[in-house]
């Protein structure tokens, strides 16, 4: 793979609990309203270790595969183009997200793309769920 190495650490406070951040992480039905990197819209089988996922950047297919999955943790392979790791570890208002990879694209504006979708996307969900 030819590109740049390219490595971040990024967290954020959220306003969810642990178990409604895991959700938005690991349902497919989730995933496709807030995942900016073009998650098919036709898979809703559950996220489980070894699960391989086509996804787009624009015209550049990533292929992801799920290495591990905890109650607290998600580990992505990526390769074509994107060549590494991403790991999500979440906690009760909170969430952090770790990538290592080789890509031409701009990896930490994408991730921070990424957070900002998922923490726009729970407050939707948590101001839902708290209405009468």
Known sequence: MFGQFQHSVLRIELRATANQIRQVLVEPEALQ????AGW??????P??????VELWWGVLPILAQVRDLGSDCLRWRFSQGVDGFQTWYWGEGWV????EAVSFLPLGMGQMWQLWQLRD???TQTQTQTRP
């Open 33 to 36: 309203r807030w995942w900016f």
């Open 40 to 45: 098919p819209t036709e898979d809703y089988a």
């Open 47 to 52: 996220l489980t270790p070894g699960k391989t």
């Open 96 to 99: 952090q997200v770790q990538l």
């Open 121 to 123: 996307y729970l407050q």
